[in-house]
């Protein structure tokens, strides 16, 4: 049991680095992970002194003996677990389907101890990942793992796809070129200077395994069939943040159906087998954009999400983000 809970803290708070983007928050845990962190590491403190972590009694409302014995409990339901949780919907069903014959009031404070999804939150997504490019898509993307800061509100962001199959305008292969000269002689200055270039014309490059580099071009990706909030409305920020959550240090799939007037590719996101869009619909952070989209499965997602009144749902009757942009221009 030590080992596996070892492995799962080890991968939850493990660094990963590249040469122009640091993926993960302080010391190594980012805001998607560090709830499943510190459950594993109590997990794990618990099996070696029986005691349970302390500041809970203040969440939760049964004795510490009580506690102990649900800590008992999450140990075996986590030993016999295949995987063990790695994401914190996993290890939010883990503890209510372990715990699920005690006091909701006691499950949801662990829960929220933890900063794990609470039970009305969590979602089903059903959603089959394409096997072959639907009818519609001109092109697919595999893209390097997402910067959550590159995420610019809740239907959009940037990302970075390998050049390894396609042609690179030439100043770029010689500033690259360059570039590599210039680290290969210590002279960083002019490193640099051909490092922002190479940024400048929408590449970057990026070290991967072994100290092998490799450059990428700068892509801006426009979720198809949904309109999340403004920035500035309500909701905004969090749906940011819950894309954010979805696509953190993961490598997309990204099914280009076409490009949108601002030069974004519009397309369906694929990642770690979840459809992203299902996704941020089901969880009421975005509205299905009906005006150019008339997939029945978007409309389903957003009334389960309405019904729920989770996410923007639990206002009473949140404006469209097309209404306020339409507003918002007449009135500047």
């Given amino acids: 049991m030590g080992n596996v809970l070892r492995s799962l803290y ?23 992970t560090v709830g499943v962190s510190a459950l594993a590491h109590d997990l794990f403190n618990f099996e070696n002194t ?3 972590p302390e500041g809970l009694s203040k969440h939760v409302q049964s004795s510490k003996k009580a506690q102990a014995k649900w800590y008992r409990k999450l140990l075996e339901a986590w030993r016999v677990a295949k995987p063990p949780p790695k994401t914190p919907e996993e290890a939010a069903r883990l503890v209510i389907q372990t715990l699920e014959r005690h006091q909701q009031a006691d499950v949801e404070g662990l829960l929220a101890f933890y900063g794990l999804p609470l039970p009305h939150t969590l979602i089903q997504l059903s959603a089959e990942i394409p096997t072959s ?9 595999y893209t390097l793992p997402v910067d959550a800061r590159a995420v610019g509100d809740g239907d959009g962001m940037t990302v970075y796809v390998s050049t390894e199959s396609e042609s690179v305008p030439g100043e770029v292969s010689l500033a690259v070129d360059k570039r590599k000269e210039a680290r290969a002689r210590k ?19 990026f070290k991967i395994q072994n100290g092998e580099e490799i450059l990428a071009r700068k892509c801006r990706i426009r979720l198809r069939g949904i309109d999340a909030p403004e920035m500035e409305m309500r909701y905004g920020n969090e749906a940011k943040e819950e894309l954010a959550k979805l696509v953190q240090g993961k490598c997309l799939r990204v099914l280009v159906y076409g490009e949108d007037q601002y030069g974004r590719v519009v397309g369906d996101v694929y990642c770690n087998g979840i459809f992203v869009q299902e996704a941020m619909l089901k969880k009421g952070f975005a509205w299905h954009f009906k005006a150019f989209d008339q997939r029945l ?6 009334r389960e999400a309405r019904q729920k009144r989770v996410g923007l749902w639990a206002d009473a009757n949140p404006e469209e983000p097309w209404e306020w942009k339409r507003r918002n221009k007449r009135e500047g």
């Fill in 133 to 141: 490019l639907p009818e519609g898509v001109q092109f697919e993307l």
């Fill in 297 to 302: 499965e978007f409309a389903t997602w957003e």
């Fill in 10 to 32: 080890g991968c939850c708070c493990k660094p990963t680095s590249t040469e122009d983007s640091d993926y993960l928050g302080p010391h190594g845990v980012s805001a998607s």
């Fill in 187 to 205: 002279d960083y200055t002019i490193a640099d200077e051909y490092k922002q270039m190479i940024i400048d014309s929408g590449y970057r490059v």
């Fill in 50 to 52: 029986s005691q349970v």
